[in-house]
C-alpha cells in the first residue's frame, strides 16, 4: 500500500490530493445504495493529464481504478468493490464556459448540472436535464450513468445533450469524441457509447453539452385522483392529445401521506394518487394546453384540477413532490429506490403489478416518480436491521424487475446497473445481449483496470441489499 | 460461385431472392458515390432467421457481406468493394405498425422514412427525420448511415428517434436492444452505437421509432441577402434569440442561379443568397417568431423578407431548394457532394474558406444546405472524364475537410464515411480514436464479415473520385 501510494504522489506532487487515512478512505467506502468497500487509496486529479498518467500506472501494476463523482449514486457506480484506487474527480471544478453562440456549455468533470444549469440562465439559456441530485451530484456522475429527472419527458437525459467528450481510456490514452457541432456521423458514436457506461469504458475529463433557449413561460397544475389507475390513463390521454409537457409527475396515497406527515404542505390525505404537470413555452399556447389538461383529467374523474395562480403556489406544489425521498425514510430508516421503467401504455397495468407485489410481500412500498415516460420510482421503505424484512424485500425488487420486463420494459430507466442490478442483466438482454456488451469492456480494458466489478454480473452473483 | 450460391439457396429456397446473373449483380454494383464492384451473388432476405443463417454461413465461409438499401449512399457505404454477397434488404417491407398509445412505430428495414411518415400522419402523429432521399431510401440504411435531413435543426437526426432494435450480429446471433421505453440504462447502449455504424456492427432487421404529435401549424418565410456573410450572420442571431425554425436552409447565388436555369420558380438571380425558414408549433407562437425572424433578417441587411402567404406560395418556395441537386447535374455531369459540418458560430467563417477554395482550384461549388446546424452541402460540380478536372476537385475536397476540421467541425454531418472518407479518418480522430473504434469492430466482428472496407482506411488508401 505503501508503494501504491508512493507511485501515486510521484503523479500528483501535491500531496494533499493523493489521501490514505483510514477516515478519508472511510468516507470513499459507501455511495447512496448498498455496500461498503474500503479503497487502498484515493486520488483527487485536477487535469486530463493527471488521469492519463494515474490509469497509465494502475495498467502497469495492474490496480483497479474507480472513478467517483459526489457519491449520490443509487446503484453503486462508484463502490471500489475490489479495493485498489478511488478517483475522486468532484474537485476538479475549474472550467464551466458557456459558448452563447454555439449554445453549449464546456464543462470540467466536477461542477454540477445545476451550476451549469444557473451559468446559462445568464444568458437566457437552459440546460435542462435535473436528477434531483442536481445540487450535488457532478456532471461527471450525471454523464456516467445518464441521469434523467422529471424534464426527461419533453427535454431528455443527459445522454441527449452531450455533442462532445475529451476520455481518457481505460489504458491511459487521451480521445476526443465529437465535438462542437450539432451534426457529426465520423465514425462509430463513441460520445453516446461512453455516456452511461458506468464509468467502465473511460473517465470522462471534459464535456461539450447543448443548450436551450429558456421557455418563455411556465405554467403548473396538479389533478387528484380516487383511483391511481384513473390517474395512469388521464396520464397516458394527455400525451396522446399531442401535449408534451416539461414534467408529469405522479405521487400515490403513500407518498401523500408521508410527505404531510413529514412536513404538512395542504396536500389532501383521502385521496389515492395526484399528477403534478409542468407546461413550459410560448404563453398563448400554455394557455391552450392547460384549458385540455384541465378537460382530460376531469374525463378521466380527477376530484379536482388545481392551477397555481403564482410561482410560489407552483413552487409549492413542486415542494410536496421534492419532499417524497426525504419523507418517506422518517417511515423507516431503510430506502431502496427502484427506477425499472415501462412503455408509457403500460403503466396501468405496472400500477396493478406494484399493488399485487405489495400485499403478497407485506412491504411498505411507495409510488412516485416520472409517470410521463414511464419512469416510476417504486420505493421500498424497510429497516435493514430486520434480516426477515430485508429477505422479504429482495424477493419484491426481483419480482418488481420481472414484471417491467415482462410488460417490455427495463431493469433500469435512469439509475444505472453497476452492482445492484448485476445480477438481472441476462434477464433483460439475454446471454449474447450481455456478451456483446463485454466484448466492448473486454476490447478496450483488456487488464479490467477501470471500475471493475460493475454492469456485469461476477458468475453466481446474487441480488443481496444487506451491508454484509 | 456457384457454390456460393448453392449454400444460399439452402437458406432462401425461395429461388427468386438469390440473383446471380450478371445484369442483376451489375445493377448492385454502384451507388449514389463513386466506384463500381461486382458482387458475387445478391440476397433478398425477408425474415431475421434468414438474415442471421447467412450471416453464419458467410462467417463459415468468410466471404463478406454488403447490406443495402435502395443504393442512395453518397459516400459508399453499400458498395460491395470485396465481391462477396449482397443483401438487399429493400425488399423487406412487411412490417409498419404504429403504436398509438405510445407514439411509436415498429419497423422492417425495407420500408421508408416517408412510408413511415404517412402512416404516423393519420394519427396526427409525425415522424420528423426528412432526409432528402426520404422517398426512396430505406429505414435499414437511414439507420445505419444515421442520416439527417433540414429538420435536424429543431428535431434531431434518425437517432434521436430509434429507441429499440432487433439486430443480427455479425456472428449470425440476435439481440435485441433498448425496448418500447422512453428511458433505459441498462448496459451500454447499443442501439446508439449500431444506428450510424454503416452496415458494419451488425445488420438491423427490426427498428422501433419514436413519433411526435403534429405541429398545429407551420409557416414559411424567405429572405434575400446581397451578401452571404450576412445571411450566415442572420441565421446566428436567429437561433440566439431563442428561435428554433424547423427548418434553416441556404442556398447561395450558384445554386439559386443554377435552379432557375433548369426551371424557373421565380427567384432573383441578383442576389448572393438566399435563407429559407419553416416555423413550427402554435399559431400565436409562430405568430411571434415570425416578427422577431423579419426583423433579425433586415438588421442583417436583408433585402427583402417574404412570408408565404398559402400552403401552395410556401411548396413553392420549398421546391425551389428541392430542385437544387438536380439542377446543378445540368451544369455539368458529376457531382460530388459534400457534408462538411462546422459549429454553428462558424458558418460565416466557412463561407469564407469555400470561396478561397473555390478559387484557389478554379472549380465549380455551389453551396446550399442545413445552414441552422452548420451542416452545409459544398457542392462540386465537374466532368469526370476530365482527368485533369478531378485531380483539382480532389484537391479541393481535401482541402474542404481540412477547413471543417480546423474550423472545429467534422468531416461527415449526414453522409457517413463509407469508402470515400475513409482516408481522412485519423484528420479528424488521431491514430488513438481510430483504433478504439477499431478495437469495438473487431471485437463484434472477429472474421471481417460485415461491410468490410469501410469507416476504416485500408493502408495507404487514398482519397480518389474517378471510378478506375
Not at 472513478?67 to 464551466?96: E, F, N
Not at 465520423?186 to 471534459?206: A, C, P
Not at 403513500?254 to 390525505?269: D, I, N
Not at 403478497?360 to 414511464?374: C, Q, R, S, T
Request: proline share 6%.
Amino acid at each position: 500500500m505503501e508503494q501504491l501510494h508512493e507511485l501515486l504522489q510521484q503523479v500528483i506532487p501535491d500531496g494533499e490530493r493523493v489521501l490514505t487515512e483510514k477516515a478519508d478512505l472511510a468516507s470513499y467506502s459507501y455511495d447512496a445504495s448498498f455496500g461498503v468497500y474500503m479503497p487502498e487509496v484515493v486520488v483527487q486529479p485536477l487535469s486530463t493529464c493527471e488521469v492519463a498518467e494515474i490509469l497509465k500506472l494502475a495498467n502497469k501494476h495492474k490496480i483497479p481504478v474507480y472513478p467517483r463523482g459526489q457519491g449520490t449514486s443509487l446503484s453503486g457506480g462508484p463502490l471500489p468493490v475490489r479495493g485498489g484506487i478511488v478517483m475522486d474527480l468532484s474537485q476538479w471544478t475549474s472550467k464551466l464556459e458557456i459558448d452563447t453562440e454555439n449554445m453549449l456549455a464546456v464543462v470540467s468533470p466536477g461542477v454540477t448540472a445545476q451550476a451549469i444549469n444557473n451559468a446559462a440562465l445568464v444568458h437566457g439559456l437552459i440546460y435542462p436535464p435535473d436528477p434531483s441530485s442536481m445540487n450535488i451530484a457532478t456532471i461527471g456522475g450525471n454523464l456516467a450513468e445518464n441521469s434523467g429527472g422529471p424534464k426527461g419527458l419533453k427535454y431528455g437525459v443527459t445522454k441527449d445533450y452531450v455533442i462532445g467528450l475529451e476520455v481518457v481510456t481505460p489504458e491511459g490514452e487521451v480521445i476526443h469524441t465529437g465535438g462542437k457541432t450539432m451534426k457529426n456521423v465520423t465514425g462509430y458514436d463513441l460520445t453516446k457509447l461512453i455516456v452511461g457506461s458506468e464509468g467502465t469504458l473511460g473517465i470522462i475529463t471534459e464535456a461539450i453539452l447543448r443548450l436551450y433557449p429558456k421557455p418563455q413561460a411556465t405554467e403548473t397544475l396538479m389533478a387528484l385522483f380516487d383511483d391511481i389507475i384513473d390517474a395512469g390513463r388521464a396520464i397516458s390521454n394527455i400525451l396522446s392529445a399531442g401535449i408534451i409537457p416539461a414534467k408529469l409527475e405522479i405521487m400515490d396515497k403513500a407518498s401523500v401521506e408521508a410527505v404531510e406527515a413529514y412536513r404538512p404542505t395542504g396536500l389532501p390525505t383521502n385521496i389515492d394518487a395526484l399528477i403534478l404537470i409542468e407546461l413550459d413555452g410560448h404563453p398563448e399556447a400554455i394557455k391552450d394546453e392547460i384549458k385540455r389538461v384541465n378537460d382530460v383529467c376531469l374525463q378521466e374523474k380527477a376530484r379536482s384540477v388545481q392551477i397555481a395562480k403564482t410561482a410560489e403556489e407552483a413552487a409549492q406544489l413542486w415542494l410536496a413532490r421534492k419532499l417524497v425521498s426525504p419523507a418517506i425514510v422518517r417511515v423507516k430508516p431503510t430506502k431502496i429506490s427502484e427506477d425499472a421503467t415501462v412503455p408509457r401504455s403500460k403503466i396501468p397495468d405496472m400500477f396493478q403489478r406494484l399493488k399485487e407485489i405489495k400485499q403478497k410481500y407485506n412491504i411498505d412500498l411507495v409510488v412516485f416518480g416520472h409517470a410521463g415516460d414511464g419512469n416510476l420510482h417504486p420505493n421500498i421503505i424497510a429497516d435493514e436491521r430486520d434480516t426477515e424484512e430485508m429477505k422479504r424485500v429482495e424477493q419484491a425488487v426481483e419480482e418488481i424487475f420481472q414484471a417491467a420486463i415482462e410488460l417490455g420494459g427495463t431493469l433500469s430507466g435512469e439509475h444505472g446497473i453497476g452492482t445492484l442490478k448485476a445480477p438481472f442483466m441476462e434477464m433483460e438482454l439475454g446471454a449474447v445481449g450481455v456478451d456483446m456488451m463485454k466484448r466492448i469492456k473486454q476490447a478496450w480494458d483488456p487488464n479490467d483496470i477501470l471500475n471493475p466489478g460493475k454492469i456485469f454480473p461476477e458468475p453466481n452473483q446474487r441480488f443481496v441489499l444487506t451491508n454484509d
